[in-house]
């Protein structure tokens, strides 16, 4: 299993460009999420979703969307990038629709805005 | 929601002593707390996790301890390795999201 795969690893954009980060799972995982990593901020939650046609906004969700067509890939929009979602995102997915699981993390994609 | 505090930020130990992190959390309906270690480059790994019907959980040189009334866990690494030199993060789980602390950059010195 490739567990949780992340692309692409590095992205520079350009203010008001829009762009997909994918994610894909080959876990069967129902549960998967998005987290941006900041310096000193630790991981926080952008978007999550429990199951295919089901998506939630976590605690920093604003100027990113997402959508879960299959229970596989849960890519995210950035529909006008900011400087301020320069960042590393992380997608991670775990088993099952309630968190008494671990979550399995890919290794991220880099964003720079300018 | 849920707040997760995690002391200290940095933390520098001579190889073979041990290390201590520690967690708070906010909300007592918070029934799962994993342990995440992260490595330069790449995404947090689980090493240990605890669920709240347990006060304790050991994995080698790894343990983790749990306090629910006080509302603190603990992640305990002895005889510490340079490859333990990591950012570790807590975690705490409540509904259908992880609530993570601001991590610990622990540094082991050979």
């Known amino acids: 299993n490739a567990g949780v795969t992340q692309t692409p690893k590095f992205q520079v954009l350009k203010t008001g460009q829009s762009m997909t980060l994918q994610c894909a799972q080959d876990?069967?995982?129902?549960?998967m999420s998005w987290y941006r990593q900041d310096p000193g901020m630790g991981l926080r939650l952008i978007h999550y979703?429990?199951?295919?046609?089901?998506?939630d906004q976590g605690e920093v969700p604003n100027g990113y969307n997402v959508s879960r067509s299959t229970t596989e890939d849960f890519p995210l929009r950035l529909l006008s990038a900011a400087p301020s979602q320069t960042s590393v995102y992380f997608c991670a997915s775990s088993s099952g629709q309630t968190l008494n699981s671990p979550l399995h993390f890919g290794n991220g994609t880099r964003l720079t805005v300018t | 929601g849920e707040n997760v505090e995690q002391h200290p930020s940095t933390l520098s130990v001579q190889e073979g002593d041990s290390a201590v992190i520690k967690c708070t959390y906010s909300?007592?309906?918070?029934?799962?707390f994993p342990w995440y270690k992260q490595e330069l480059g790449k995404g947090p790994q689980l090493i240990i996790d605890i669920r709240s019907n347990v006060g304790e959980k050991k994995d080698q040189r790894i343990a983790v301890t749990l306090n629910k009334t006080a509302k603190h866990f603990s992640l305990h690494i002895t005889e510490t390795q340079p490859e333990d030199s990591a950012v570790y993060f807590c975690a705490g789980s409540l509904g259908n999201q992880f609530y993570f602390g601001t991590g610990t950059s622990l540094t082991v010195i050979p």
């Open positions: 876990m069967n995982h129902e549960y």
């Open positions: 909300d007592s309906a918070s029934n799962y």
């Open positions: 979703s429990v199951g295919a046609g089901i998506t």
